[in-house]
Structures are given as structure tokens and as C-alpha cells.
């Protein structure tokens, strides 16, 4: 088997230039030639993980299969390239450290000084080989932050060292700022040469460099940028702002990004893939034939990247309908009685999103009892299931003070109360019911008519759940559980048969929605709000 190649992703300028897409584009069209691609994501904060950032932070928490809660990027990567990450594919320094002062407390280093080099890169550089280990025949690590970070320093010495190490199968590619002055009407490449130069001091040299820009850049500027950063003409590529960020594999590929990484690596380059169903995607999203409105109800829409994984399963499921689905962000905190009407009324859909705590939760109650009685196509998420569930409980059932003991522990009807073995556990991160979890759908239900079968596996990120004292007293008004684990027999989805299109999901369906291949819950949820919406 031939070695695995490492492609190094670093950013420069300014943070939030797109490197997690960069990194998916170049798996992405990898792949489209025959190569097993997987991608990493380093994130220099001291933080274990991203399970208890708070969303305003760093976006969503994603999370895998093997239940890590990970940086929203490894969404990017699964998105684009339909395979599935894991823990390993996202490290942080926190994670480095924690792992180096463990060792030296069990003795490992047998007493030696413990230090950033070699301690620290040596511990960066097995984390990353550890994936390329594995049998990829490409590993494509995005080093979070920007250049010049305090941060970042150490991933930029590990990844200088594996170079020097491996010379012939490691690549850098560097992206960065070329920014417009509107008084002057120039395009400026200072910022790109600073950038590169911070990189250089470091002992890095960039194989190739992609400038996001807002305008098209001339082959006399590309030239310029080469020369200032020794790096070669067919080695600067532009990454113009697109409609769409799943339009940039193909901008990438009409500039030869892939052909050219090849041959630095003295590989063969091959036909050009004809990427034929990533194209037919594109032709839908760009050609929709009509256009409905869906609400996504929650207390972070401020933040659009707090639900990116569901912003973008509507877009995969809209493709797929030829529909452009427009999602109104509407705040929980504001939504009331009085204002629901003027705040859905436009809408054919109401999505009530995943989260945490107390705010904004009844507005959500609001939300789904107007969706509810409306006959307004529902989909409620982790939460969002949770919330259906009391809604009904107190607006269908009489159970007035119903509630979670998440919110209130003293509710007097607990519909939905924390699980048995985590009743005695207080330290937050890793208490959860994360990852991948099986689930029995019943037959003739309308989750099976969806999913076209009847075992599912969905991943979870949660700790309460649904109370099964109450679940006869549900089922006899009409709220159906039509979804259980098999293994503990907790309840996963609920719906309401009597109603057009109802369904709660304490999983989160997003998580496994894909370009290529969108979830089947969103495809129907689409399709419902587009019959709806002619109704």
C-alpha cells in the first residue's frame, strides 16, 4: 500500500476565511478520483472539546458517531464527502495537554523534563498520523486560528517537523486574505505577503496558496503574489466569493487544485472526474422551481452557525424538490400568543430546534400549539421533541404544570426527567447520551414510511428524555410513540397521526444529512411544507 499523503490547511490574515471548506473542496475532489480522503481539524483552544462551549462561541457542537463532540467543520467535511468522522478527527490543544500530563504522571517520560518540543509536537504528530494510520490514502489536517497565533504555534512547529521528516508526502497549503479597498478601487496583496512571511519565520514554506478575494483576481496580481511568497503561478489559486458554499469544489477544480496537488506529490493525474451528481445538485439548487418559507424556532437565531448542520440539511432536502426553502430565524424569547400569528402565519413549516436550558422554551411551547392546531407541518429536534411533549401534555392532556425537570425539578407532571443513570452525575461534558444509538420504528407509522424501514441509527446528544410512566396516557389522547430504543426502551420519536405531518425526533437527524445523500426526514418535512403551502 502506498504512503499516506498529509495536506496541511493554514490561514492567514484574518480568522473566518473558509478554511474548513478549502480543506472539504480539496477532499472532495480527491475523492471524485478514487482516493480514500479523511479530514482533521486541530483547534488551538485549551478546551477538551467544544461540548460545553457555549454556541456563541464556535457555532454548533457537532457531533460523531462514536459520540465526540467536535468542531462544526467536521459537519463541512461529512457533508461533502458522505463519510463519517470520529473523535480523532478533531484535537485540541486541551486534548495534547491533557494527554502529555497524563503520561508524565504515569512516569512515561521516566523523569525527563517535559516540554512544548519535544513533548507537545511529538504528542501533535502522533494524533495526526494516527488517522493516516487508519489506510487513507490522503489525510488533510486544517490547523485552526490564524497564523501568528499564540495559540497555533505549536501545531505550526509539529507539522514544520513532519515535513522535514517526511518531506516527499506532507503539502501546505496556505489560504489567505487578498482584501478590495473601495476608495481606491485596488485589490491589495500586502496582508497575503505578511501572512506567508509569518508562515516562513516559523520554518514553514507554502506548496500552494488559495486567496479568498471578492473580485476576480488577474493573472498579473496571481503572478505578483508567486513571486513575493516563492511559490509558482499554477500554485495560486483564487476562491472568489460563490452563491453557494457547495460551488466551490468546482471553482477549485476549473482552476486544476487537485491536478496540481498530484503532481507536487509525483502522482499521477489522471482524467479530470466528471463529478456528475455533485453538478446535478448544483443545477437543482440553482433552478428551483418554487419557493416555500419554513420557521426555525430558537433562542440563538442571531447566530445562524448555532443550527448549521439544519440550515444546510434544508438546503440538501430543497435540492432534491427543486424548491428553494427559506428558513425565517424566529427568536423563542419574543414569540408569544399574541404575536404567533403575525410571526408563522407566512410559514409552511415550523422546525423547533435543538438547546439547553430555560430561555426562550416557551415561546417554543407557543410555537408547536400553533403548529399544532394549525395543521402546520411539524418537525421538533432533541429539544424540540421535548417541547411537543409538554406542549401537549399541558395544552392536550390538562396537565397545565407539566414540564421537564431539566427546567423545573419540582413539576408536578415530569413528562420528561433525566435518565436513571445519569441522576447522580454533576460534571458537565461527557454525562450525555452522545452519539449513535439504535432505533425500532413501528410498522405502518409515518417515520417508517420515511425512512422505508424499520431500524434506524440516529445520533443523540442529550440527557433527559422522555417519562415512559405517562406514555399510555399520551398514546390515548393521540400522541404516538412511534420510535424506541430497543435496548432501553426510551422513547425516540413521537407523532401525531391525526395530524397532517407531525413528528418529533429526540435524535438529531441533521448530523447525517448530506449533499449527495439528505435525510429523508428533511426531503419529507420539505415536501409537507410545499404541499402545505398551495393548500
Same mark, same amino acid.
Given at each position: 500500500?502506498?504512503?499516506?499523503?498529509?495536506?496541511?490547511?493554514?490561514?492567514?490574515? /484574518?480568522?473566518?476565511?473558509?478554511?474548513?471548506?478549502?480543506?472539504?473542496?480539496?477532499?472532495?475532489?480527491?475523492?471524485?478520483?478514487?482516493?480514500?480522503?479523511?479530514?482533521?481539524?486541530?483547534?488551538?483552544?485549551?478546551?477538551?472539546?467544544?461540548?460545553?462551549?457555549?454556541?456563541?462561541?464556535?457555532?454548533?457542537?457537532?457531533?460523531?458517531?462514536?459520540?465526540?463532540?467536535?468542531?462544526?467543520?467536521?459537519?463541512?467535511?461529512?457533508?461533502?464527502?458522505?463519510?463519517?468522522?470520529?473523535?480523532?478527527?478533531?484535537?485540541?490543544?486541551?486534548?495534547?495537554?491533557?494527554?502529555?500530563?497524563?503520561?508524565?504522571?504515569?512516569?512515561?517520560?521516566?523523569?525527563?523534563?517535559? #516540554?512544548?518540543?519535544?513533548?507537545?509536537?511529538?504528542?501533535?504528530? @502522533?494524533?495526526? +498520523?494516527?488517522?493516516?494510520?487508519?489506510?487513507?490514502?490522503?489525510?488533510?489536517?486544517?490547523?485552526?486560528?490564524?497564523?501568528? $497565533?499564540?495559540?497555533?504555534?505549536?501545531?505550526?512547529?509539529?507539522?514544520?517537523?513532519?515535513?522535514?521528516?517526511?518531506?516527499?508526502?506532507?503539502?501546505?497549503?496556505?489560504?489567505?486574505?487578498?482584501?478590495?479597498?473601495?476608495?481606491?478601487?485596488?485589490?491589495?496583496?500586502?496582508?497575503?505577503?505578511?501572512?506567508?512571511? #509569518?508562515?516562513?519565520?516559523?520554518?514553514?514554506?507554502?506548496?500552494?496558496?488559495?486567496?479568498?478575494?471578492?473580485?476576480?483576481?488577474?493573472?498579473?496580481?496571481?503572478?505578483?503574489?508567486? #513571486?513575493?511568497?516563492?511559490?509558482?503561478?499554477?500554485? /495560486?489559486?483564487?476562491?472568489? $466569493?460563490?452563491?453557494?458554499?457547495?460551488?466551490?469544489?468546482?471553482?477549485?477544480?476549473?482552476?486544476?487544485?487537485?491536478?496540481?496537488?498530484?503532481?507536487?506529490?509525483?502522482?499521477?493525474?489522471?482524467?479530470?472526474?466528471?463529478?456528475?451528481?455533485?453538478?446535478?445538485?448544483? +443545477?437543482?439548487?440553482?433552478?428551483?422551481?418554487?419557493?416555500? +418559507?419554513?420557521?426555525?424556532?430558537?433562542?440563538?437565531?442571531?447566530?445562524?452557525?448555532?443550527?448549521?448542520?439544519?440550515?444546510?440539511?434544508?438546503?440538501?432536502?430543497?435540492?432534491?424538490?427543486?424548491?428553494? /426553502?427559506?428558513?425565517?430565524?424566529?427568536?423563542?424569547?419574543?414569540?408569544?400568543?399574541?404575536?404567533?400569528?403575525?410571526?408563522?402565519?407566512?410559514?409552511?413549516?415550523?422546525?423547533?430546534?435543538?438547546?439547553?436550558?430555560?430561555?426562550?422554551?416557551?415561546?417554543?411551547?407557543?410555537?408547536?400549539? !400553533?403548529?399544532?392546531?394549525?395543521?402546520?407541518?411539524?418537525?421538533?429536534?432533541?429539544?424540540?421533541?421535548?417541547?411537543?411533549?409538554?406542549?401537549?401534555?399541558?395544552?392536550?392532556?390538562?396537565?397545565?404544570?407539566?414540564?421537564?425537570?431539566?427546567?423545573?425539578?419540582?413539576?408536578?407532571?415530569?413528562?420528561?426527567?433525566?435518565?436513571?443513570?445519569?441522576?447522580?452525575?454533576?460534571?458537565?461534558?461527557?454525562?450525555?447520551?452522545?452519539?449513535?444509538?439504535?432505533?425500532?420504528?413501528?410498522?405502518?407509522?409515518?417515520?417508517?414510511?420515511?425512512?422505508?424501514?424499520?431500524?434506524?441509527?440516529?445520533?443523540?446528544?442529550?440527557?433527559?428524555?422522555?417519562?415512559?410512566?405517562?406514555?399510555?396516557?399520551?398514546?390515548?389522547?393521540?400522541?404516538?410513540?412511534?420510535?424506541?430504543?430497543?435496548?432501553?426502551?426510551?422513547?425516540?420519536?413521537?407523532?401525531?397521526?391525526?395530524?397532517?405531518?407531525?413528528?418529533?425526533? #429526540?435524535?438529531?437527524?441533521?448530523?447525517?444529512?448530506? /449533499?449527495?445523500?439528505?435525510?429523508?426526514? !428533511?426531503?419529507?418535512?420539505?415536501?409537507?411544507?410545499?404541499? @402545505?403551502?398551495?393548500?
Amino acid at each position: 500500500m502506498a504512503k499516506t499523503k498529509y495536506i496541511f490547511v493554514t490561514g492567514g490574515v /484574518v480568522s473566518g476565511l473558509g478554511k474548513g471548506i478549502i480543506s472539504s473542496s480539496i477532499g472532495k475532489l480527491l475523492q471524485a478520483r478514487g482516493f480514500h480522503v479523511t479530514i482533521q481539524k486541530l483547534d488551538p483552544y485549551l478546551n477538551i472539546d467544544p461540548g460545553t462551549l457555549n454556541p456563541y462561541e464556535h457555532g454548533e457542537c457537532y457531533v460523531t458517531t462514536d459520540g465526540a463532540e467536535t468542531d462544526l467543520d467536521l459537519g463541512h467535511y461529512e457533508r461533502f464527502l458522505d463519510h463519517e468522522t470520529t473523535q480523532a478527527n478533531n484535537i485540541t490543544t486541551g486534548r495534547i495537554y491533557r494527554n502529555v500530563i497524563e503520561k508524565e504522571r504515569r512516569g512515561d517520560f521516566l523523569g525527563k523534563t517535559v #516540554q512544548i518540543i519535544p513533548h507537545i509536537t511529538d504528542e501533535i504528530k @502522533h494524533n495526526i +498520523q494516527a488517522v493516516g494510520n487508519k489506510g487513507y490514502d490522503f489525510v488533510i489536517t486544517e490547523i485552526g486560528g490564524t497564523v501568528g $497565533d499564540i495559540e497555533s504555534l505549536p501545531f505550526i512547529e509539529a507539522i514544520r517537523q513532519m515535513k522535514w521528516e517526511m518531506e516527499h508526502d506532507c503539502l501546505f497549503v496556505h489560504l489567505t486574505l487578498v482584501p478590495f479597498l473601495e476608495a481606491s478601487q485596488e485589490l491589495k496583496t500586502k496582508p497575503t505577503q505578511h501572512s506567508v512571511k #509569518q508562515l516562513q519565520q516559523a520554518g514553514v514554506q507554502p506548496d500552494i496558496l488559495v486567496l479568498r478575494t471578492e473580485h476576480e483576481l488577474s493573472t498579473e496580481l496571481r503572478r505578483k503574489v508567486g #513571486q513575493f511568497c516563492n511559490v509558482d503561478l499554477d500554485s /495560486v489559486v483564487q476562491s472568489v $466569493d460563490q452563491k453557494t458554499i457547495y460551488q466551490v469544489p468546482i471553482a477549485m477544480a476549473e482552476q486544476n487544485l487537485d491536478e496540481t496537488i498530484l503532481r507536487k506529490f509525483g502522482m499521477e493525474v489522471g482524467e479530470k472526474p466528471p463529478m456528475i451528481p455533485w453538478r446535478t445538485f448544483l +443545477q437543482n439548487f440553482y433552478n428551483p422551481q418554487t419557493t416555500i +418559507q419554513v420557521a426555525l424556532v430558537g433562542k440563538y437565531v442571531e447566530l445562524p452557525d448555532a443550527y448549521k448542520s439544519i440550515l444546510e440539511s434544508f438546503i440538501h432536502a430543497g435540492a432534491v424538490h427543486k424548491c428553494k /426553502v427559506k428558513v425565517k430565524l424566529v427568536q423563542s424569547e419574543q414569540l408569544t400568543k399574541e404575536n404567533v400569528q403575525q410571526e408563522l402565519a407566512d410559514c409552511s413549516g415550523v422546525l423547533v430546534a435543538p438547546g439547553f436550558g430555560n430561555r426562550g422554551i416557551e415561546g417554543k411551547f407557543v410555537a408547536i400549539q !400553533f403548529a399544532r392546531e394549525n395543521k402546520i407541518p411539524f418537525l421538533g429536534i432533541c429539544l424540540g421533541m421535548q417541547c411537543a411533549v409538554i406542549e401537549f401534555a399541558r395544552n392536550v392532556l390538562g396537565h397545565t404544570n407539566a414540564h421537564s425537570t431539566e427546567m423545573n425539578p419540582d413539576t408536578p407532571y415530569p413528562v420528561i426527567d433525566i435518565m436513571e443513570s445519569q441522576k447522580n452525575l454533576t460534571q458537565m461534558g461527557g454525562t450525555m447520551r452522545l452519539g449513535s444509538y439504535p432505533c425500532s420504528l413501528k410498522p405502518n407509522s409515518l417515520a417508517s414510511k420515511i425512512y422505508g424501514t424499520d431500524k434506524i441509527v440516529e445520533r443523540h446528544r442529550h440527557r433527559y428524555e422522555f417519562n415512559n410512566n405517562y406514555l399510555q396516557e399520551f398514546e390515548q389522547a393521540g400522541m404516538v410513540a412511534t420510535g424506541i430504543n430497543p435496548e432501553s426502551n426510551l422513547v425516540e420519536i413521537v407523532e401525531i397521526p391525526s395530524h397532517p405531518w407531525f413528528v418529533a425526533v #429526540q435524535f438529531h437527524p441533521e448530523y447525517r444529512s448530506r /449533499v449527495i445523500n439528505p435525510h429523508p426526514l !428533511f426531503v419529507e418535512f420539505v415536501k409537507a411544507a410545499m404541499e @402545505h403551502s398551495v393548500q
